[in-house]
Every structure is written in structure tokens, then in C-alpha cells.
């Protein structure tokens, strides 16, 4: 994928939008989708939180920067997930959805009206977007199709393992499991609304994350989710890791950090404004690698240990991240928002 600077700043390649004319689409909504969360090892005791010097647009620590892509779509969006930079899909409000393939954005036609709000895939040709009233829809070869699901609550969130082991959660506490077949919900111990669950390779490990500082485990007592101690009462949004005790979660005004069987809590100046997705990389040398994103265009990176804001060159609210192996990434947001990072 190769960018061509435009005189306004806008980078139109990486993947360029080739939009079709939908019909039967829902208007746009504004910025107001469901609140949600938008995949080794390390050494370090504490994760410091000390700015770094940049430039607008620029990562000092990499020499990178986030720029704008055209679009030409006005629905937020709220989900994002791909297998490389080049290979994505994004997901957002009255059910829209776009793909990102060969170098190309293009609208793809979705069987859905309902506000979409979070896409996962194994990487193998398997993909699931969850949103409003319960909404499942996965991916079959080149199509999107409704799932039959057993809520008709809000979905905020989807991660997996493999295409027989994949989890969802929403509103009231609802936790959906996927075992390949068909999606089942499972016992929770919370009503509390979660907006965000990640698991580990294996399976075997998941967390989710929620309102009023819920943090739930599943693994540690086996085939149960339980609640793990909090040391937040903030609506915590998001969480991701790279394995079952490497993991960070955001939300209003904190960040935690899962070490050595506990959490520390961060509440550094930059997480005034909510954060509302998280995602990284494992990296040999600097160990993690690891951004947040969030209301007004908030941007954060650990690297090295430290947790430094980041210019996004951009004030909508940004819903959702991805981040490649080679640190390129991807985040999307309000009124179509699409930003990309080139290391």
C-alpha cells in the first residue's frame, strides 16, 4: 500500500474508498453509537507516564503519523479489524459496512439497518459484527449474513480465538459464546452493561469490561466468568492484551495495566477525555507496543514503558484501532473518520 500526499493533507491511497451507490440504507447517525470497548511478555514494574516530544502529526518515538483518509461515507463508525494493513473491515451506525482490500476502501452491502458496533476475525476467512438489539452477523465467503442470537439487547463487543471459540458482550450483562455452530449465552455474574471483552490465543482466557469499573475473568475458574477486583469505579470501555496476564483497559479517565496477578491503576492528565478503544503489538526489544483512542480525536502510545498523548490530527470521536505486526494501524470514528499510521 503506497500514500500520495495531497496538498490538503489527506492521504488517499493505502486503502482509497470506492463507494457504490447503497440503497436501503439507514441515514447516518451522528456520534452517538452504544458505548463500547473498539489484538510474550514483560519485564517492566510499572508502566510511567511521561510525554514525549512530537511534532503535529508526528510520533517522536518512531518517526510516524497518523493521517487522515478520505472516506466519503458520513456514518460513524465503530468497529474495525483486519489480518494486515491492507485487509480490513470497518463497521458502524445504520449498519454499515466497509472493506478494505488490495489496496481499496468499498462500501460493502450489509444485511443490516441496525448500528454496528464491533467486528472480529480469525484471520481465515471467518468474520462476526455484533451491534443494537442483539444484531450477529457473520462474514460467509465474500457475503454478510444475519445470525439467529439468543439476546435482543445491545451488543457492544466481539473477540475469538479461532472461528469455534468467539465471545460477545452488551447491555445487562449479556456474555454470547460462539462454539462454531450456533451462539449460546452464557452465565454472568454481573447486570452491569459491558462494552468491551478480549481473550487470549488459546481460548482459554478472556476479559471483559464494563460499567462501574466491572472487570470480569473467564479461565481462572474453569468454564465461569467471575469478577476480578477492581481498582476503578470509572466506566472502563475497552481491553486488550497478548496474554492472559499482559493486559491494559481504558475508560473514563484511567488506564490499568495487568502485571504479576493485579492491576495498576494510571490516571494521567490525557485520560481526562474518555478512551474508548486499545490495541498493540508485542515487540522484542521495547517490549509493548500498545495505542488508546478516544472522544475529541484523544490519542495515547505506551512504548518502552512509557505512556505518552499522541497528535491524531483530528477532533471527532474515534471509536475504534487496529494495529499490524509491523506497527501500521488503522482507527476509525465519527462521521466516517478513518485515520492511518505509517511507522
Given at each position: 500500500?503506497?500514500?500520495?500526499?495531497?496538498?490538503?493533507?489527506?492521504?488517499?491511497?493505502?486503502?482509497?474508498?470506492?463507494?457504490?451507490?447503497?440503497?436501503?440504507?439507514?441515514?447516518?447517525?451522528?456520534?452517538?453509537?452504544?458505548?463500547?470497548g473498539a489484538?510474550?511478555?514483560?519485564?517492566?514494574?510499572?508502566?510511567?507516564?511521561?510525554p514525549?516530544?512530537?511534532?503535529?502529526?508526528?510520533d517522536?518515538?518512531?518517526g510516524?503519523?497518523?493521517?487522515?483518509?478520505?472516506?466519503s461515507?458520513?456514518?460513524?463508525l465503530?468497529?474495525?479489524?483486519?489480518?494486515?494493513?491492507?485487509?480490513?473491515?470497518?463497521?458502524?451506525?445504520?449498519?454499515?459496512i466497509l472493506r478494505?482490500?488490495g489496496?481499496?476502501?468499498?462500501?460493502?452491502?450489509?444485511?443490516?439497518?441496525?448500528?454496528?458496533?464491533?467486528?472480529?476475525?480469525?484471520?481465515?476467512?471467518?468474520?462476526?459484527?455484533?451491534?443494537?438489539?442483539?444484531?450477529?452477523?457473520?462474514?460467509?465467503?465474500?457475503?454478510?449474513?444475519?445470525?439467529?442470537?439468543?439476546?435482543?439487547?445491545?451488543?457492544?463487543?466481539?473477540?475469538?480465538?479461532?472461528p469455534?471459540?468467539?465471545?460477545?458482550?452488551?447491555?445487562?450483562?449479556?456474555?454470547?459464546?460462539?462454539d462454531?455452530?450456533?451462539?449460546?449465552?452464557?452465565?454472568?455474574?454481573?447486570?452491569?452493561?459491558l462494552?468491551?471483552?478480549?481473550a487470549?490465543?488459546?481460548?482459554?482466557?478472556?476479559?471483559?469490561v464494563g460499567e462501574g469499573?466491572?472487570?470480569?475473568?473467564?479461565?481462572?475458574?474453569?468454564?465461569?466468568?467471575?469478577?476480578?477486583?477492581?481498582?476503578?469505579?470509572?466506566?472502563?470501555?475497552?481491553?486488550?492484551?497478548?496474554?492472559?496476564?499482559?493486559v491494559?483497559?481504558v475508560?473514563?479517565?484511567?488506564?490499568?495495566?495487568?502485571?504479576a496477578?493485579?492491576?495498576?491503576?494510571?490516571?494521567?492528565?490525557?485520560?481526562?477525555?474518555?478512551?474508548r478503544?486499545?490495541?498493540?503489538r508485542?515487540l522484542?526489544?521495547?517490549?509493548?507496543?500498545?495505542?488508546?483512542?478516544?472522544?475529541?480525536?484523544?490519542?495515547?502510545?505506551?512504548?518502552?514503558?512509557?505512556?505518552?498523548?499522541?497528535?491524531?490530527?483530528?477532533?471527532?470521536?474515534?471509536h475504534?484501532?487496529?494495529?499490524?505486526?509491523?506497527g501500521?494501524?488503522?482507527?476509525?470514528?465519527?462521521?466516517?473518520?478513518?485515520?492511518?499510521?505509517?511507522?
Amino acid at each position: 500500500m503506497r500514500a500520495l500526499p495531497l496538498a490538503s493533507a489527506t492521504w488517499l491511497a493505502a486503502c482509497q474508498l470506492s463507494l457504490p451507490t447503497p440503497s436501503g440504507l439507514a441515514p447516518a447517525r451522528g456520534d452517538g453509537g452504544l458505548d463500547h470497548g473498539a489484538a510474550q511478555r514483560d519485564t517492566r514494574t510499572t508502566d510511567a507516564t511521561q510525554p514525549l516530544p512530537h511534532d503535529a502529526g508526528g510520533d517522536a518515538a518512531s518517526g510516524g503519523a497518523w493521517k487522515a483518509v478520505t472516506s466519503s461515507v458520513s456514518e460513524s463508525l465503530y468497529g474495525l479489524w483486519g489480518t494486515d494493513a491492507s485487509n480490513l473491515w470497518a463497521v458502524g451506525a445504520g449498519g454499515v459496512i466497509l472493506r478494505c482490500q488490495g489496496g481499496s476502501w468499498s462500501r460493502a452491502t450489509s444485511p443490516t439497518s441496525a448500528a454496528l458496533q464491533a467486528v472480529w476475525g480469525d484471520g481465515a476467512g471467518h468474520a462476526f459484527a455484533v451491534g443494537a438489539g442483539g444484531t450477529i452477523l457473520a462474514l460467509q465467503g465474500e457475503s454478510w449474513r444475519a445470525e439467529a442470537s439468543p439476546v435482543t439487547t445491545d451488543l457492544t463487543s466481539v473477540w475469538g480465538s479461532s472461528p469455534s471459540s468467539v465471545w460477545s458482550v452488551g447491555s445487562g450483562g449479556a456474555i454470547l459464546r460462539y462454539d462454531g455452530t450456533s451462539w449460546t449465552r452464557a452465565t454472568s455474574p454481573t447486570t452491569s452493561n459491558l462494552l468491551g471483552v478480549w481473550a487470549s490465543s488459546s481460548g482459554d482466557e478472556a476479559w471483559a469490561v464494563g460499567e462501574g469499573g466491572t472487570i470480569l475473568r473467564h479461565g481462572s475458574a474453569p468454564g465461569a466468568w467471575v469478577p476480578d477486583a477492581s481498582p476503578s469505579g470509572s466506566t472502563l470501555r475497552a481491553v486488550w492484551g497478548r496474554s492472559a496476564e499482559r493486559v491494559w483497559i481504558v475508560g473514563h479517565g484511567v488506564i490499568l495495566t495487568r502485571k504479576a496477578g493485579a492491576w495498576d491503576k494510571l490516571n494521567p492528565a490525557f485520560t481526562a477525555k474518555p478512551f474508548r478503544a486499545i490495541a498493540g503489538r508485542a515487540l522484542p526489544s521495547l517490549e509493548d507496543d500498545v495505542w488508546t483512542v478516544g472522544s475529541d480525536g484523544n490519542l495515547a502510545r505506551l512504548l518502552g514503558g512509557t505512556w505518552a498523548p499522541q497528535p491524531s490530527g483530528s477532533s471527532a470521536t474515534l471509536h475504534a484501532l487496529w494495529i499490524g505486526a509491523s506497527g501500521e494501524g488503522w482507527i476509525a470514528g465519527g462521521g466516517g473518520t478513518l485515520l492511518q499510521y505509517r511507522p
